[in-house]
């Protein structure tokens, strides 16, 4: 498995922006597919977007337009741009990484508000 912590979470006015990042413990290019989830208060979690090894990058449709998925291979990091904010995009940010068989890894979570 591959351990994952985020960070970057924050309270951001509607229409701003903010970038998550995810620090992966071993090589991203060893990592299957990297993505995020969100899980937003008394809803289930959901996928965002997710980043395949590859190269090639999916969204909800939720986000497309507004987020890009991108990744630092030299720093071992993921990363999500998240332009033009709304309230719908208040969450708990997950980040995840799948490596061959073995379970999914989740990081710990960062949160977004966004508020004015």
């Known amino acids: 498995q591959v351990q994952l912590v985020e960070s970057g979470g924050g309270l951001v006015q509607p229409g701003g922006s903010l970038r998550l990042s995810c620090a992966a413990s071993r090589s991203i290019l060893s990592i299957n597919r990297m993505g995020w989830y969100r899980q937003a208060p008394g809803k289930q979690r959901e996928w965002v977007a997710t980043?395949?090894?590859?190269?090639?990058?999916n969204y909800a449709d939720s986000v497309k337009g507004r987020f890009t998925i991108s990744r630092d291979n030299a720093k071992n990091t993921l990363y999500l741009q998240m332009n033009s904010l709304e309230p719908e995009d208040t969450a708990v940010y997950y980040c995840y990484g799948d490596v061959g068989a073995l379970p999914r890894s989740w990081g710990q979570g960062t949160e977004v508000t966004v508020s004015s």
């Open positions: 980043f395949t090894s590859g190269g090639l990058t």
